[in-house]
């Protein structure tokens, strides 16, 4: 551990924020990133006191929570982050000290073919909850977010990264929903004085992530003998994170990043999308022959690149594991719980 994260630690237990008995709502927590954060904050804060809302969609898992759903410091709450009084009641209940929110709609796909469910979740629910932050007097409010806000970057500048002040620029009525959302939430933190933090992070991998996902449905057909299906020629390219190091920048972001700051996570793992199936495929030891090139999405962007420099300098946070480790240990986890799909609600 570097001289700079372990300041950063000892920084930690002084810090205001950084003490036992706190109460956090995180939202979206039966989701994909949502449930692993969870996980990490039980086990790294074990008096901290965790309240899951989620509506349980049909990427709502409550199963993604079962080795902690006995926990009495763990209240699972099924609400919609767009219904104010089912979001105040909660409030009034546990009166948080912080509130994480991953509830979204985040598929591409999906808001290319229905974008108001995407606009409502997306930007109403975070209103909501924000109001109720500044009803309730809320320590911090966190909005996870996405690379994508930043739109793409050529492939033939591998140069260029996005930081923190490119400009946003996004492609699809999903990153505009959660542009649009980082733009109320610096609003809020402006005109109420709402103490806010955005993380703008790039492609998570890793368990629990829904198949229709990339990388599961890769794992998941492969393992049937399907077809894999990849957009256009494949030459897509995105950074990939392992969720777990994403939920360390997380925790580092809520308990010592600046009001009003923007944070970009990412991997440092730029990676085509055909030569991420084939390696999936030399994984199972399957051939590339299934790989079915299909129609490209509508708006495609080209690459994502997200420039970390700044979490690292302010917060010491670094990813921890690298892609070959990471991904094997996402393959393993898939072919280990080929039944897990089958009970997401």
């Not at 706190?22 to 949502?34: E, H, K, S």
């Not at 140069?159 to 505009?176: G, M, Q, V």
């Not at 649009?180 to 492609?203: E, K, M, P, W």
Request: proline residues 5%; hydrophobic residues 35%.
């Amino acid at each position: 551990m570097g001289n700079g994260t372990e300041q950063v630690k000892n920084e930690l237990l002084t810090n205001e924020l950084f003490q036992p008995d706190r109460t956090i709502i995180v939202t979206g927590g039966a989701g994909f990133i949502g449930s692993n954060f969870i996980l990490y904050m039980l086990e790294t804060y074990p008096d901290y006191r965790v309240i899951c809302v989620d509506k349980l969609t049909y990427a709502g898992n409550l199963s993604n929570l079962a080795a902690v759903m006995d926990r009495q410091n763990l209240r699972f709450v099924k609400a919609d982050i767009c219904d104010r009084g089912a979001v105040y009641q909660v409030f009034e209940e546990e009166h948080p000290d912080i509130v994480v929110n991953f509830a979204a709609e985040s598929h591409v796909d999906r808001s290319i073919e229905a974008p108001s469910v995407f606009l409502e979740t997306n930007i109403t629910g975070t209103a909501v909850l924000m109001d109720a932050c500044c009803k309730y007097g809320i320590r911090r409010f966190h909005q996870v977010s996405t690379d994508e806000v930043y739109g793409d970057l050529p492939l033939d500048r591998p140069d260029l990264l996005f930081d923190e002040e490119t400009p946003l620029r996004t492609s699809s009525p999903y990153s505009a929903s959660k542009a649009s959302a980082d733009l109320l939430v610096q609003a809020y933190c402006r005109t109420y004085g709402l103490q806010t933090t955005i993380s703008r992070c790039s492609n998570n991998y890793g368990p629990f992530q829904f198949p229709e996902k990339f990388i599961p449905r890769m794992i998941l057909n492969a393992l049937e003998d399907k077809p894999l299906p990849v957009y256009g020629k494949g030459i897509n390219v995105r950074d990939w994170l392992y969720v777990t190091d994403h939920c360390r920048a997380i925790d580092l972001i809520i308990h010592r990043g600046k009001d009003g700051e923007v944070y970009n996570v990412g991997g440092h793992n730029e990676m085509k999308n055909i030569d991420l199936v084939r390696f999936i495929c030399r994984e199972l030891g399957k051939p590339e022959s299934l790989i079915t090139f299909v129609e490209d999405r509508k708006g495609h962007d080209l690459r994502y690149a997200i420039d970390p420099s700044k979490i690292y300098a302010e917060l010491g946070w670094k990813p921890e594991i690298g892609f070959e480790e990471g991904i094997r240990k996402t393959i393993r986890w898939y072919c280990e719980n080929r039944d897990w799909r089958f009970t997401n609600i």
